[in-house]
T-cell receptor, first 118, second 117 residues
Framework: AQKITQTQPGMFVQEKEAVTLDCTYD???????LFWYKQPSSGEMIFLIYQGSYDQQNATEGRYSLNFQKARKSANLVISASQLGDSAMYFC???????????????FGKGITLSVRP | GAGVSQSPSNKVTEKGKDVELRCDPI?????LYWYRQSLGQGLEFLIY????????KSGLPSDRFSAERTGGSVSTLTIQRTQQEDSAVYLCASSLGTGGGGYNEQFFGPGTRLTVL
């Protein structure tokens, strides 16, 4: 079974509007972390935001926020006030066993393409 | 400061040849990861190093793939007898190895694009 599911087809958003990118995950580990990365056409992976499973509040980082619904196992990324430079692939990823301090691997979803229209 | 660097940036090889991909992590980062990204796909984990040892090799797809890390720094991923399905972008990442807490952000290099003809 997939651990990270990103099923949205290519997403389009008008410049300056908000957009939500969906991510659901599957784990039996009570201690995990969720990450969002941006990959522009240049290919670099850019870290955006992190949410720990024990964090009481939803993570925010500038124009990025994470809508974390633990019971539903979803961790949707919300981008407010979209900019043309936000056009890219967006990947959701999970790291398990975070409480052990082990530097365990990231498991990635297949990604979502976001296009921002002027 | 310097980020993660990888070389070569592009590699074209013929089927059956061996290739070596190199990764220089961020100075002071004790954890190093290799991932593979096939066209239009997410990243697939290959192997993780803590220092010079590899506690997790579970993602290596076959015994044609191997990796080593020396001096707790540079890592080399070797693919023997390359096949066309090995064509992908190979990404390296590093993170602080202090453990504890879940954040421990992985910083990615620019990747090596491998094409097997």
């Amino acid at each position: 079974a997939q651990k990270i599911t990103q099923t949205q087809p290519g997403m389009f958003v008008q410049e300056k509007e908000a957009v939500t990118l969906d991510c659901t995950y599957d784990t039996s580990d009570p201690s995990y972390g969720l990450f969002w990365y941006k990959q522009p056409s240049s290919g670099e992976m850019i870290f955006l935001i992190y949410q720990g499973s024990y964090d009481q509040q939803n993570a925010t980082e500038g124009r990025y926020s994470l809508n974390f619904q633990k019971a539903r196992k979803s961790a949707n990324l919300v981008i407010s006030a979209s900019q043309l430079g936000d056009s890219a692939m967006y990947f959701c990823a999970m790291r398990e066993r975070v409480r052990t301090g082990a530097n365990s691997k990231l498991t990635f979803g297949k990604g979502i393409t976001l296009s921002v229209r002027p | 400061g310097a980020g993660v660097s990888q070389s070569p940036s592009n590699k074209v090889t013929e089927k059956g040849k061996d290739v070596e991909l190199r990764c220089d992590p961020i100075s002071g980062h004790t954890a190093l990861y290799w991932y593979r990204q096939s066209l239009g796909q997410g990243l697939e984990f290959l192997i993780y190093f803590q220092g010079n040892s590899a506690p997790d090799k579970s993602g290596l797809p076959s015994d044609r793939f191997s990796a080593e890390r020396t001096g707790g720094s540079v890592s080399t991923l070797t693919i023997q007898r390359t096949q066309q399905e090995d064509s992908a972008v190979y990404l390296c990442a590093s993170s602080l190895g202090t453990g504890g807490g879940g954040y421990n952000e992985q910083f990615f290099g620019p990747g090596t694009r491998l094409t097997v003809l």
